[in-house]
């Protein structure tokens, strides 16, 4: 088992900036992919942003120039810069993480006020 924990989230407003941290613990197994996801009220779960163990990113169109996802293996830790924060931008963030299976954090409340 991997119990995630996400932090960072809150108010602030549009062109502002955040940082969500989610750390990683429970299980001894290599932690592979680490993620962010967001959901917004009446929308489905979309990718924010991922990042493997050896580095390699992926990001949403929509957050590409404006956040940055980053991952320390060593404290299995990883964070998300967002930056230039838009209304469209509020939801409810959570983070994942695979080993041979896929666990999910709690998620954390972003909202961005115009």
């Known amino acids: 088992q991997v119990q995630l924990v996400e932090s960072g989230g809150g108010l602030v407003q549009a062109g502002g900036s955040l940082r969500l941290s989610c750390a990683a613990s429970?299980?001894?197994?290599?932690?592979?992919?680490m993620g962010w996801y967001r959901q917004a009220p009446g929308k489905q779960r979309e990718l924010v942003a991922t990042?493997?163990?050896?580095?390699?990113?992926n990001y949403a169109d929509s957050v590409k120039g404006r956040f940055t996802i980053s991952r320390d293996n060593a404290k299995n830790m990883v964070y998300l810069q967002m930056n230039s924060l838009k209304p469209e931008d509020t939801a409810v963030y959570y983070c994942?993480?695979?080993?041979?299976?896929?666990?999910w954090g709690q998620g954390t409340q972003v909202t961005v006020s115009s």
């Open positions: 990042i493997t163990r050896g580095g390699s990113t």
């Open positions: 429970g299980s001894r197994l290599t932690i592979n992919a």
């Open positions: 994942q993480a695979s080993t041979f299976r896929t666990y």
